[in-house]
């Protein structure tokens, strides 16, 4: 694989349809494909080949004209370009319904995304474990991040105290944060943020039916 060029800049578009590709071959590759076209895997994931290839041309050059691609070496290398060829460590601050799903969700592990520390400040939850991750209180956020590298921070408490939390994130060391609160994050720049707002999603299908039914 051609790395890409440091002055070639990547759309967020193209990055987000990385893990679909990833994910897409996993699957094609548990179902004993090994070598898939571009056709075959722009129909499974709802994506032209056209766009496929030109995000794929992005990093490097893949796959051979005519035969298509060799399922497991791009797998791979996506994998690679996504950086889960190494272990990230996370942890998750706030311990309600979606906090608890995401603290026993199977799948962080096999991606390479291992759970080091959930942090509340209900004492009646300090100290006891959720799939083997032991809940700390919020106040010891900057001891454990710093002594167990925890680089990922799941931010899933109420809104109004999501910034606060960011903060002590950042403050903690943290290089990344996942926000599921449906605010906007003010943090320093070399922070990268992604945001989940839950409701969006609803709310855009919401709008599709409605329009459906008139």
């Not at 370009?81 to 906090?99: C, F, S, T």
């Not at 408490?157 to 403050?171: F, K």
């Not at 922070?191 to 299908?205: K, Q, T």
């Amino acid at each position: 694989m051609k790395e890409n060029k440091e002055n070639v800049v990547i759309s967020k578009a193209t990055i987000d349809r990385l893990p679909l590709y990833y994910r897409t071959l996993k699957i094609s590759q548990e179902e004993g494909i090994e070598i898939i076209s571009s056709d075959e895997l722009g129909r499974k994931i709802g994506v032209t080949p056209e766009q496929i290839r030109k995000d794929l041309s992005a990093f490097g050059e893949f796959g051979k004209k005519g035969v298509g691609y060799y399922v497991r070496e791009l797998m791979r290398n996506i994998g690679e370009i996504l950086g889960l060829n190494r272990k990230w460590n996370i942890a998750i601050v706030g311990v309600g319904h979606l906090g608890w799903a995401l603290a026993n969700y199977a799948n962080f592990s096999s991606q390479g995304f291992q759970l080091q520390a959930i942090f509340d400040v209900d004492d009646e939850k300090i100290g006891r474990y959720i799939n083997e991750v032991q809940i700390f209180h919020i106040d010891e956020i900057k001891d454990i991040v710093q002594s167990r590298n925890i680089e990922i921070g799941i931010i899933t408490v109420p809104a109004q105290h999501a910034q606060s939390t960011a903060m002590r994130l950042v403050e903690a060391g943290i290089k990344g944060i996942w926000n599921f609160a449906p605010i906007k994050l003010d943090v320093p720049d070399n922070i990268h943020v992604v945001s989940e707002d839950l409701s969006v999603g609803l709310n855009s299908i919401s709008y599709y039916l409605s329009r459906q039914n008139n």
